[in-house]
């Protein structure tokens, strides 16, 4: 409250100086200390300024989805599900394969990786292990996302927006600028939807929802050589989601979305992040810190159907501090070098209890320890419970920490360039874990007592890791532009199966009432660290002197060792598990171009995979051969604005803006049995502007294409996602 009150005030006085940028000598703020102008040389990777972003109206990461070649971040449904596919590979839950960075600072849960990108002065996507800088979890590449900085702009914006199926989107936010030496700024945002997706059980949208956020950023140049950065970030997220529609695999058909228990999610997040530069003649200096906590609450109807079989809710509160302190010559000599130790510490109180309903008790219980146990001993055994419901409490404590220390060397031979470094990581995590329920039961028909019978799975399991990471790259540099070979590892870390102790104790509640009590071994319960070898050769290219033309290209090969996937237990199981199941490859293409002439602007991508499994046996089938499931084969951009020619009494600026963006073919399973076929989203919007003010028209999916984003089976049924229809909608915004 007391941050919307700073920005109402900022827009009742006015700040002390306005410009629309600003140069402070030889310090540059505002950029990340990892990333170098020539970083390019290294890897392939995708940028959107803030005048893109807004064209295109991109509120979020899932919007950038095939803009940049190879990169999938489809909806599941939810803001809190955030998988990512990059290259063949990804992960469906748990440990994300691409990290995320905010102002240089680390995003430490995949659960906040979804919020709204209002403000951000550019957004960067690169694709490729990107393990030697930033550690764990970026096997697969880096999002690198800077806000607007009030050293670099600065004034007051305001924006509301109206679209289809009453979603509203306003913004309001102030930079100011003292004295080329001091900036502030704070800014809010709010979105509300009512939702595309009707529960037919329930007679309501599903998917709508409420977000707000707020943003306040302090940023101080401490004479000659210092610099401060502070950006603090709240936000709170208030919605339902999954719509989710049963499948039938004999008639080919999808039922409408309808399930009767509530599913919803509720976010609650904070984040600040503090970079502190020190800057020297020969080397930056930096220490960069961020603390981090979330509480989040997820009900879900587990069955997705219109019966009593069960629900469950996940409650976690995660607190996380980064600190990581980096070096970086000034790269103006032919030898340069990067280095840098980083840590972290993150707990996690999280408890999962899984609500049984009659349905479900009848059927996924008593049915079957009556088929193969009660009933055969005789016409008067019948296993019964005195409840219509019970509930199995799951909950967790898991801490982690990991220390790393890495080092990047350069040295330049006339055109050439060759880099190579070495990053240590070693992390440990622990899970303590208690899982419990109570019930009462009786075995006999003509019994009137019933017996309590008490359940538990109490324990702790621990693990840690040790990783080296090498990177190594060649490059030659021209006029032209440069080519590039290189050779990177990644890893992605292990963790634990919270999802999987309903299934246990379930099966350890069995083994209770049939009196066959069995150990059960926790070691199913975590899985180990995903790794990978990356080869990529590749160029930049700018043919024109001008620089109106700039095309990437690249060749990739990836080995997955100890590959992490999604596997569910035999039978009509409630729960998923993580297991380091298979062996895999991928290799594939990546182009990208843009070009740029007047008041015209072309950008295209294209990425191309084929991912592969070397070896995968689920103890039934052999995938080996078969495509990765869920991420797409392969993935096109196309995106046109003209600055249409105008008079300047009628407009200072009138922008026709045309993109069509193209996924798949994406296999749902292991089996390669099912499968979304290649399908492609038209969109498009006129900007207008005059003076201090502006208008947009815009449109999504335009023509209604109908699409599947997900796939997955519970208990013994299938079910899909569905793409969002067709969006449309009018932005007003003032800029003063």
């Given at each position: 409250?007391?941050?919307?009150?700073?920005?109402?005030?900022?827009?009742?006085?006015?700040?002390?100086?306005?410009?629309?940028?600003?140069?402070?000598?030889?310090?540059?703020?505002?950029?990340?200390?990892?990333?170098?102008?020539?970083?390019?040389?290294?890897?392939?990777?995708?940028?959107?300024?803030?005048?893109?972003?807004?064209?295109?109206?991109?509120?979020?990461?899932?919007?950038?989805?095939?803009?940049?070649?190879?990169?999938?971040?489809?909806?599941?449904?939810?803001?809190?599900?955030?998988?990512?596919?990059?290259r063949g590979f990804g992960s469906?839950?748990?440990?994300?394969?691409?990290?995320?960075?905010?102002?240089?600072?680390?995003?430490?849960?995949?659960?906040?990786?979804?919020?709204?990108?209002?403000?951000?002065?550019?957004?960067?996507?690169?694709?490729?292990?990107?393990?030697?800088?930033?550690?764990?979890?970026?096997?697969?590449?880096?999002?690198?996302?800077?806000?607007?900085?009030?050293?670099?702009?600065?004034?007051?914006?305001?924006?509301?927006?109206?679209?289809?199926?009453?979603?509203?989107?306003?913004?309001?936010?102030?930079?100011?600028?003292?004295?080329?030496?001091?900036?502030?700024?704070?800014?809010?945002?709010?979105?509300?939807?009512?939702?595309?997706?009707?529960?037919?059980?329930?007679?309501?949208?599903?998917?709508?929802?409420?977000?707000?956020?707020?943003?306040?950023?302090?940023?101080?140049?401490?004479?000659?050589?210092?610099?401060?950065?502070?950006?603090?970030?709240?936000?709170?997220?208030?919605?339902?989601?999954?719509?989710?529609?049963?499948?039938?695999?004999?008639?080919?058909?999808?039922?409408?979305?309808?399930?009767?228990?509530?599913?919803?999610?509720?976010?609650?997040?904070?984040?600040?992040?503090?970079?502190?530069?020190?800057?020297?003649?020969?080397?930056?200096?930096?220490?960069?810190?961020?603390?981090?906590?979330?509480?989040?609450?997820?009900?879900?109807?587990?069955?997705?159907?219109?019966?009593?079989?069960?629900?469950?809710?996940?409650?976690?509160?995660?607190?996380?501090?980064?600190?990581?302190?980096?070096?970086?010559?000034?790269?103006?000599?032919?030898?340069?070098?990067?280095?840098?130790?980083?840590?972290?510490?993150?707990?996690?109180?999280?408890?999962?209890?899984?609500?049984?309903?009659?349905?479900?008790?009848?059927?996924?219980?008593?049915?079957?320890?009556?088929?193969?146990?009660?009933?055969?001993?005789?016409?008067?055994?019948?296993?019964?419970?005195?409840?219509?419901?019970?509930?199995?409490?799951?909950?967790?404590?898991?801490?982690?920490?990991?220390?790393?220390?890495?080092?990047?060397?350069?040295?330049?031979?006339?055109?050439?360039?060759?880099?190579?470094?070495?990053?240590?990581?070693?992390?440990?995590?622990?899970?303590?874990?208690?899982?419990?329920?109570?019930?009462?039961?009786?075995?006999?028909?003509?019994?009137?007592?019933?017996?309590?019978?008490?359940?538990?799975?109490v324990g702790k399991k621990s693990?840690?890791?040790?990783?080296?990471?090498?990177?190594?790259?060649?490059?030659?540099?021209?006029?032209?532009?440069?080519?590039?070979?290189?050779?990177?590892?990644?890893?992605?870390?292990?963790?634990?199966?919270?999802?999987?102790?309903?299934?246990?104790?379930?099966?350890?509640?069995?083994?209770?009432?049939?009196?066959?009590?069995?150990?059960?071994?926790?070691?199913?319960?975590?899985?180990?660290?995903?790794?990978?070898?990356?080869?990529?050769?590749?160029?930049?290219?700018?043919?024109?002197?001008?620089?109106?033309?700039?095309?990437?290209?690249?060749?990739?090969?990836?080995?997955?060792?100890?590959?992490?996937?999604?596997?569910?237990?035999?039978?009509?199981?409630?729960?998923?598990?993580?297991?380091?199941?298979?062996?895999?490859?991928?290799?594939?293409?990546?182009?990208?171009?843009?070009?740029?002439?007047?008041?015209?602007?072309?950008?295209?991508?294209?990425?191309?995979?084929?991912?592969?499994?070397?070896?995968?046996?689920?103890?039934?089938?052999?995938?080996?051969?078969?495509?990765?499931?869920?991420?797409?084969?392969?993935?096109?951009?196309?995106?046109?604005?003209?600055?249409?020619?105008?008079?300047?009494?009628?407009?200072?600026?009138?922008?026709?803006?045309?993109?069509?963006?193209?996924?798949?073919?994406?296999?749902?399973?292991?089996?390669?049995?099912?499968?979304?076929?290649?399908?492609?989203?038209?969109?498009?919007?006129?900007?207008?502007?005059?003076?201090h003010f502006g208008a947009s028209?815009?449109?999504?999916?335009?023509?209604?294409?109908?699409?599947?984003?997900?796939?997955?089976?519970?208990?013994?049924?299938?079910?899909?996602?569905?793409?969002?229809?067709?969006?449309?909608?009018?932005?007003?915004?003032?800029?003063?």
């Open positions: 409250m007391e941050i919307l009150l700073v920005a109402i005030l900022a827009f009742l006085f006015p700040s002390a100086e306005q410009a629309d940028s600003v140069v402070l000598q030889s310090v540059d703020i505002v950029s990340s200390v990892k990333l170098s102008d020539d970083s390019g040389s290294k890897f392939v990777s995708t940028t959107l300024e803030r005048g893109q972003l807004e064209l295109r109206h991109v509120n979020s990461v899932k919007e950038l989805s095939a803009i940049a070649p190879n990169f999938y971040q489809p909806d599941y449904g939810s803001r809190m599900t955030s998988s990512i596919y990059v469906r839950i748990d440990q994300p394969i691409v990290g995320m960075n905010i102002d240089e600072i680390p995003v430490m849960n995949k659960n906040n990786y979804d919020f709204e990108l209002f403000d951000i002065d550019r957004v960067q996507v690169i694709c490729g292990a990107q393990s030697l800088l930033y550690g764990r979890n970026t096997s697969g590449g880096a999002i690198n996302i800077s806000t607007l900085s009030p050293l670099k702009f600065q004034g007051k914006r305001l924006m509301l927006e109206y679209g289809n199926e009453n979603n509203v989107r306003l913004k309001a936010s102030h930079y100011a600028r003292y004295g080329g030496k001091f900036g502030w700024s704070a800014s809010v945002n709010y979105t509300h939807s009512d939702g595309f997706f009707t529960n037919q059980a329930r007679g309501e949208k599903c998917d709508g929802g409420d977000n707000l956020s707020m943003r306040l950023r302090l940023q101080y140049l401490i004479g000659e050589k210092w610099s401060l950065d502070n950006s603090f970030t709240a936000g709170y997220t208030d919605e339902g989601g999954w719509a989710y529609r049963a499948y039938d695999i004999a008639g080919g058909t999808k039922a409408p979305v309808a399930y009767n228990d509530n599913c919803s999610y509720k976010r609650f997040s904070i984040q600040n992040g503090l970079v502190v530069k020190h800057y020297l003649d020969w080397a930056t200096l930096s220490s960069a810190t961020g603390i981090q906590y979330m509480d989040d609450r997820m009900c879900l109807d587990n069955d997705f159907l219109p019966l009593d079989y069960f629900s469950m809710e996940q409650n976690q509160k995660e607190s996380s501090i980064t600190q990581e302190f980096v070096i970086r010559s000034d790269n103006t000599g032919a030898f340069s070098f990067m280095g840098g130790v980083f840590g972290f510490y993150k707990h996690n109180d999280m408890s999962a209890p899984v609500h049984f309903k009659q349905y479900g008790i009848d059927n996924l219980i008593l049915g079957n320890a009556n088929k193969y146990y009660y009933h055969m001993l005789g016409p008067d055994r019948e296993l019964t419970f005195a409840e219509d419901n019970f509930v199995i409490n799951d909950d967790f404590v898991i801490p982690a920490y990991g220390i790393a220390a890495y080092i990047q060397l350069g040295y330049k031979i006339g055109n050439f360039e060759v880099n190579g470094g070495l990053r240590t990581d070693y992390e440990r995590s622990s899970m303590d874990y208690d899982s419990n329920s109570q019930v009462h039961y009786k075995t006999y028909r003509s019994h009137t007592a019933y017996t309590p019978l008490n359940s538990s799975f693990q840690d890791a040790f990783e080296l990471q090498p990177s190594l790259s060649l490059s030659y540099s021209g006029k032209w532009g440069n080519i590039y070979a290189s050779v990177r590892k990644g890893y992605k870390a292990g963790g634990f199966n919270t999802q999987l102790f309903s299934d246990i104790l379930q099966s350890k509640m069995t083994g209770d009432l049939i009196g066959k009590a069995q150990e059960i071994d926790a070691s199913s319960t975590m899985y180990k660290p995903e790794t990978s070898w990356n080869y990529e050769v590749g160029a930049h290219v700018s043919p024109f002197s001008d620089g109106s033309l700039n095309i990437s290209a690249a060749l990739f090969y990836i080995d997955c060792r100890n590959q992490q996937l999604t596997v569910f237990p035999k039978g009509m199981s409630t729960g998923r598990m993580m297991s380091n199941a298979g062996k895999s490859y991928s290799w594939g293409a990546e182009l990208a171009a843009s070009y740029k002439t007047g008041p015209l602007a072309i950008d295209v991508a294209y990425g191309y995979t084929h991912a592969e499994f070397k070896e995968y046996e689920s103890g039934t089938n052999d995938y080996s051969g078969k495509r990765l499931p869920f991420a797409p084969r392969e993935t096109v951009s196309a995106n046109l604005s003209y600055k249409l020619p105008v008079s300047e009494k009628i407009a200072s600026s009138l922008v026709l803006n045309i993109g069509w963006n193209g996924v798949g073919r994406i296999y749902w399973n292991e089996e390669n049995s099912l499968e979304q076929p290649f399908y492609g989203l038209w969109s498009a919007s006129v900007a207008w502007e005059k003076g028209l815009w449109g999504k999916n335009l023509l209604d294409e109908e699409f599947d984003t997900f796939y997955f089976r519970s208990i013994g049924n299938d079910f899909f996602a569905q793409g969002k229809p067709l969006q449309f909608g009018i932005s007003v915004h003032v800029n003063l």
